[in-house]
């Protein structure tokens, strides 16, 4: 900080930082000696500006704030002659240098509490839905740690302060997990919530497929139809075609409920059936028939 007997339009003081990055290295507060006159104190002053109040403006300048539009605010972009007000802050001065430097924690945060660990119902064999109480106010985030039986705990995951919830996803199906949260701020961990635990649901193999259409049995069918069905829980299917009453395979690996066939013959029964499949196995349904519509005869001459 130091006088320069010169001017800068109609500035008092001016503050110059220098950064490497976003951080500073360097900051001067200039005082334009040539266009105004300083006094120190609280008394005395007489057409100038007292320095405990213009340098508590360019030190706010220094720590980064801009100017406030609060004119009570220190950091309020001009001054009366001779104002004592700058030296002492306002809420705006103080709301805007906690947000840039916030405060440092001095106590690890209070332990959160009510650990609650449920199967998830959107994917009940493969996520867990983790909840807890938030018990503090000043931690940073939220730790959540996971275990398999007779095995060491490991992190999972992080949430952010006052997250109260977290969805563990991608895992093994028929599987017990157990859980504990702990908070942690710049001070240190809290003590842990929990542990708690839940087992994902173990896969379960397709429905049986059902419903074809067309029904099963039906007569003076198109000659054009797509055979269709009903199941649940598949990943693929396999179907069984043909004119025998055991059909041999005729598609295999299909994911949608439907069998797309050329122009069948008319006149003729036809046998189908489905087995439908996923991790857990397969389900075949019963064989159903159909019969196409008959040709029209010929007329005659």
């Known amino acids: ?76 972009a001009s001054a009366s002659y001779c104002s004592q007000s700058f030296r002492v802050l306002a809420s705006d001065d103080i709301a805007g240098i906690e947000a840039i430097y916030p405060a440092v924690a001095t106590t690890p945060p209070t332990a959160p509490s009510e650990l609650a660990v449920t ?78 635990s839940a087992t994902t649901q173990s896969p379960v193999p397709p429905a049986t497929p059902s419903s074809p259409t067309p029904a099963t049995g039906a007569t003076g069918v198109s000659i054009d139809i797509d055979p269709s069905w009903v199941s649940a829980g598949v990943r693929s299917y396999d179907v069984y075609f043909g004119t025998s009453a055991a059909p041999a395979r005729y598609a295999s690996g299909l994911t949608a409920a439907r069998l797309v066939l050329p122009t069948l013959s008319a006149g003729t029964t036809y046998f189908w059936r489905v087995t439908a499949t996923n991790e857990a196995g397969s389900s075949t349904g019963p064989t159903w028939s159909f019969t196409t519509k008959a040709a029209k005869p010929r007329g005659k001459k």
């Open 119 to 196: 199967v998830s119902t959107d994917n009940p064999a493969s996520a867990v839905d983790i909840a807890w109480t938030d018990g503090s106010t000043d931690e940073d985030r939220f730790l959540i740690e996971r275990a398999l039986a007779g095995e060491a705990w490991a992190q999972v995951a992080s949430v952010g302060a006052n997250v109260t919830a977290y969805a563990d996803q991608g895992l093994q199906s028929g599987t017990n997990y157990s859980y504990r949260v702990r908070a942690e701020n710049s001070a240190g961990f809290s003590g842990y919530a929990g542990p708690a």
């Open 1 to 76: 900080m130091f006088f320069r007997n010169d001017s800068n339009g109609s500035a008092i003081a001016t503050t110059y930082s220098w950064y490497s990055g976003s951080s500073i290295i360097d900051t001067d507060i200039v005082f334009w000696d040539a266009a105004f006159t300083f006094f120190s104190g609280t008394a005395g002053c007489s057409g100038g500006f007292y320095i405990e109040d213009v340098v508590a403006h360019e030190f706010g300048h220094a720590l980064g704030l801009g100017h406030s539009a609060d004119s009570t605010a220190t950091m309020y």
